[in-house]
Each structure stands twice: as structure tokens, then as C-alpha cells.
């Protein structure tokens, strides 16, 4: 069985990532998705991030519908902060005889040098990457062969869709009073009116 990763915030989970979950499962022929929402994650502090109990609620909402997709608290049982290498090692625990796929975006690639123990996350699963984000098609490519040559990641392309939605955006519309349909699922947009969700002033 081939599982894939989806970590992230996830503040609030939108239609981009739900796209981008069903199309690398076709496209890589996965037999799951799993949603990792981060606990506490180190690059956000203050206020921006909605607590991490209404977020794990609003990513159930949001795939209940798609028998493919699951929701994981791997993070949420963790105290501390949530790095993405601690979530590998106790995925690859929790599903020992399956081939495991962490999925990220293309921004994420010029960042992973600056995670946790990232050398040891190179060691221990393979990326399957989608987007293009802010860089160039060259620079994508020259960052990709570094990565590969210098530290052993195995990063496959997606050549899924990128839709230009941002959480940012959607908190952003909703303090404003402005409609967030078609930006996530109904049964989120009714979760966040009845909660009343991102109404203060997150920064994020």
C-alpha cells in the first residue's frame, strides 16, 4: 500500500489542498491520503494560528466525503513543537509495510534546508512535489538536482494544479465580511459562521 503526507497548518484547510490530495493520489496511484495538521508549529507564533483542536475539526469537515482521505493527530499527541521529521518516524511506525509519500508544495523545496534534521529526513522517505509557487521553472530545476546531489532527497514532480488560494486570504476575507464559497467546502463555511472562527486579529 502507498500512503501519502499531507502536512501543514492548515488554517484553514482549503480547496488547494484537497485538490492537490486527490490528484497526486490518481496521479501516483496512492491508495490514501492522510492529512497531518500541526500542533505548534515552530514558524508560527502569536496569535495567527487558530487552536489546534478547531483546525483537526474543520480538515474532518472538509475530506469526511472522500473515502481516500484520512485525518491523523500524530502531532496533536505531541507536546512541544511539531517538526515534520518526528511525524515521519512515528508515521513509519504507525504503518510499517507501507511505502509513505510526503507531499509539499514547491516553496517548501527551497526551505527544507532550513528544517529539522533535514539530512535524516532525506534518508527516510521520498517527496512528491506540486506547484511552481514564486520561482522559475530553471531555478525549480537547478534547486531539485542540488537537493538530490547534495543530500540524497528523492523528489518526484506533480503535474497536478495549483489553484491560487492562500488560508491567509480566506482569514483575510472572513474578518472582512466577505464570502469564502467556492475557497473551501460549504460544510466548513457553515463551521466558521456557527464557531464564529477567524473573527479576532490573526496575523498569519
Known sequence: MA??????????IHMGHLLIGEYIREEWSLDRIIYIPSANPPHKTGGEVLDAGSRMRLVELAIRDNPYFQLSDVELRR????????SIREMS????????YFIVG????FELETWKQFKEIAKEIEFLMYGRGTHSVVD???????MRDEYGFKIKRSTGPELEISSTQIRDRIRR???IK???PDA????????????GEYNG
Request: hydrophobic share 35%; aromatic share 14%; proline share 4%.
Open 3 to 12: 500512503i501519502g503526507l499531507i502536512g501543514g497548518t492548515f488554517n484553514p
Open 79 to 86: 507536546e512541544g513543537y511539531s517538526y515534520t521529521i518526528d
Open 93 to 100: 511506525i504507525e504503518y510499517p509495510y507501507e511505502k509513505l
Open 106 to 109: 514547491t516553496d517548501t523545496l
Open 140 to 146: 525549480i530545476e537547478e534547486k531539485l538536482r542540488y
Open 177 to 179: 465580511g466577505l464570502s
Open 182 to 184: 467556492y475557497m473551501v
Open 188 to 199: 466548513l463555511i457553515e463551521e466558521i459562521e456557527k464557531e464564529s472562527l477567524f473573527k
